[in-house]
């Protein structure tokens, strides 16, 4: 399923609807180019589940946790990371857990140590908006793309 998002407000809108279609658990991995919208993405999920803070991107820190009504979300950024086995140090395992949900930026950086996605939310710059792609890894991630038509 594609969509067109002409600008920031269409990113956060439209990540939004993923606040009820995403279960705890669920594994999303966001594609795209630097600047693509992959940390608006995050930030349009976690305003629509009522998260009143700052989302800053996990550049430096890796991960920033939100608690929410009794569920964790996890918002990685990968981009520095040298090597996929520096997840393994990390914990990474005691993140993927089935009561947590997990955005993961840049998961190519972590390409044989993640495990495949539930869906893949691809994001690319077209001049000055950006089209987004949602891919549907697993059975969950099908549910999840038909919750938000
Ligand atoms: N649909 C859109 N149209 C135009 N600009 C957008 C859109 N969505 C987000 N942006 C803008 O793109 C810029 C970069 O966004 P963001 O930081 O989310 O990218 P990113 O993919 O997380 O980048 P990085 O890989 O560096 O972490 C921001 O200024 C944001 O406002
Ligand atoms: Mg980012």
């Known amino acids: 399923m594609k969509t067109h998002l002409p600008d ?6 439209f990540a939004g609807r993923f606040f009820r279609a995403l ?4 594994l999303v991995f966001l594609r795209g ?39 964790a979300v996890y918002h990685f950024d990968l981009y520095r990371l040298t090597d996929p086995e520096e997840l393994e140090w990390m914990g990474m395992r005691d993140y993927l857990r089935p009561d947590a949900l997990c955005f993961i930026e840049w998961p190519e950086r972590g390409e044989g140590i993640l495990p495949n996605a539930d869906v893949e939310i691809i994001l690319d710059i077209e001049g000055s908006t950006r089209n987004l792609t949602i891919l ?12 938000i038509q």
Do not use: D, W
């Open 23 to 26: 279960p705890p658990g669920c």
């Open 33 to 71: 180019n630097l600047g693509a919208g992959k940390t608006t993405f995050v930030r349009g999920y976690l305003r629509a589940a009522g998260y009143p803070g700052k989302v800053k991107s996990p550049t430096f820190t890796l991960v920033e946790e939100y608690s929410l009504e009794g569920h």
């Open 136 to 147: 549907p890894i697993s059975s969950i991630g099908q549910k999840v793309m038909e919750a």
């Open 8 to 13: 920031e407000s269409a990113t956060l809108e």
